[in-house]
């Protein structure tokens, strides 16, 4: 394919579409953008097929600048250049340059006032008031070689040990309730907190010599987390995972634009970097001070680690979530015509703090606490779709039903009861029974079904430009104190599970 600047290629098909006039304008430009990213995701090189080659496969010569901040310090309100990245939106855009939202539309007409992510590659202007500290402009890692989606499909993670010499190849360990090898603990993780196995792979290496060095190290927190009881090479994978989600959704969502170092030095993220690399920076900062964050999350950190095993992930160039994602019309987790209560707003899909994907609701009842809810009230499915994981740990549904939970849509149950659970391999329709709602799996406090978005891989917030939309009614709200709002109507979730909480499934 030849190579044609974005500018130039958003002109040319700007020019074949439809007539332009003033109403219609903005509209086609963004559809151009969004083709553009498209197209230049087809064109993308593949990284090496086998782990051999990529043990031996030098680092490719890269172009990003070294760990070192070069940005002036700008007048209030000037505009900066800025290319679109994979899942950006406005509200956290707008976080990160320090601005509003109403001044990003005013600086890029072009956008309409519905879009919810930024198609990849749009070129924008933003209004930018400087703020000191900002950190390096070197991107680690790209956002899908971060999230479990799917960039991973293909790669198994069980053969790749088994090509390597570390001590990772022969560790045995208990997780998830049955004995596992140290890939499959890799995979466990990888799946329920949903970032990628090569990643993990990586930061074991980098801290721990996982595929490299016989022995783990003598530091039982081997990873940097010394927290009690966590002093497994299992149990420090669990904290780093759940880190590294709060440090990309804090990112994606705008909540985190500064953190501190252990030294107390407070560091705030480029504005223009990735998701999946101020992941890396933040992880780094909860166990580093300056000398040793600065040449982890730099050019011979855990990128040039990622690189040596993984070959570099820049060279591929996946889209996790076009421009303007809309969700699938979805209905309530239960049954038509049932009252359920709204228990909990936004709050993490899996582990704690990010991403806040989830959504609590409980069945009526006069019954408090953990209890057996009888026969004829269940969760059901929001969609049509494919059952792909179905245990303890969630039911995972594939809308696009072809059997990997890492790409397109997925609905995500938690606390379904083993008694009559909905199995692998079932396929579903909107209103199907999935399960008992209960108190198993993760930390609960009552019975209840707990439900979560994922696109690619992704988490989706619950609320946000592409909040929950269940049957009308739109979630909002911070952590936890969450709203249902359709028209003039809110509900207000809360763990009483009062009568303001009451909500009904209207579709039969």
């Known amino acids: 394919m030849a190579s044609r600047s974005p500018s130039s290629f958003v002109k040319m098909m700007i020019e074949n579409l439809l007539p332009v006039t003033r109403h219609n304008y903005a509209k086609n430009l963004f559809k151009a953008s969004l083709i553009l990213s498209i197209l230049l995701s087809s064109c993308a090189p593949h990284e090496p097929n086998t782990a051999v080659q990529n043990m031996i496969t030098p680092l490719a010569p890269t172009v990003i600048p070294a760990p070192t901040s070069g940005r002036p310090q700008y007048q209030p309100g000037e505009l900066v250049e800025y290319v679109a990245q994979n899942g950006d939106n406005l509200p956290a855009l707008a976080k990160r340059f320090n601005t509003t939202v109403d001044e990003i539309y005013e600086a890029n007409p072009i956008i309409p006032r519905d879009a919810t992510t930024m198609p990849v ?16 402009e070197f991107q680690s890692i790209p956002d899908h070689a971060f999230v479990n989606g799917p960039a991973q499909i293909g790669f198994n993670t069980s053969a790749f040990v088994a090509s390597t010499d570390g001590w990772l190849k022969e560790y045995r360990t208990y997780a998830g309730d049955k004995q596992r090898t140290g890939a499959e603990m890799v995979d466990y993780v990888a799946v329920n907190y949903s970032i990628s196995p090569r990643l993990l792979l990586a930061l074991l290496e980098y801290q721990s010599g996982a595929l490299t060095q016989p022995e783990p190290p003598e530091e039982k927190y081997m990873l940097g987390f010394r927290r009690a009881f966590y002093d497994t090479p299992y149990l420090q994978l669990v904290i780093a995972a759940n880190t590294l989600n709060n440090g990309y959704y804090g990112w994606r969502s705008g909540s985190l634009v500064e953190f501190e170092l252990t030294d107390r030095s407070l560091t705030r993220p480029d504005p223009w970097q990735n998701a999946g690399s101020v992941a890396l920076q933040y992880y780094f900062s909860r166990q580093q001070s300056k000398d040793d964050y600065l040449a982890s999350i730099g050019r011979d950190g855990l990128a040039r680690a990622y690189a040596a095993f993984f070959g570099n992930p820049w060279l591929d160039s996946p889209i996790l979530l076009p421009g303007s994602l809309q969700q699938p019309e979805l209905r309530f987790p239960f049954l038509a015509g049932r009252v359920w209560a709204y228990t909990s707003g936004p709050h993490t899909g899996w582990g704690s703090g990010q991403p806040f994907a989830a959504l609590d609701f409980a069945p009526a009842s006069d019954t408090s606490g953990c209890y057996t809810v009888a026969r004829d009230i269940y969760a ?15 039911v995972a549904i594939d809308l696009d039903k072809d059997g990997d939970e890492r790409t397109g849509w997925v609905l995500y149950y938690l606390h379904t009861a083993t008694d009559a659970r909905v199995t692998v391999g079932t396929e579903v329709q909107a209103g199907d029974p999935i399960g008992y709602p209960s108190c198993e799996g993760g930390s609960s406090t009552g019975t209840h079904v707990h439900v979560a978005r ?33 028209g003039g109507a809110i509900i207000t979730a809360c763990e009483c599970s009062d009568f303001k909480t009451r909500v009904e499934s209207g579709l039969r």
């Open 454 to 486: 994922k696109y690619n891989g992704e988490w989706i917030p619950a609320s946000g430009p592409l909040a929950f939309n269940l049957e009308g009614w739109v979630a909002g709200g911070e952590e936890r104190e969450g709203t249902l709002a359709r």
């Open 121 to 136: 590659g749009l070129p924008m202007k933003i209004p930018i008031y400087y703020l000191p500290l900002w950190g390096t």
């Open 380 to 394: 059901t499915a929001m969609a049509d779709g494919l059952i792909v994981r179905s245990d303890v740990d969630g």
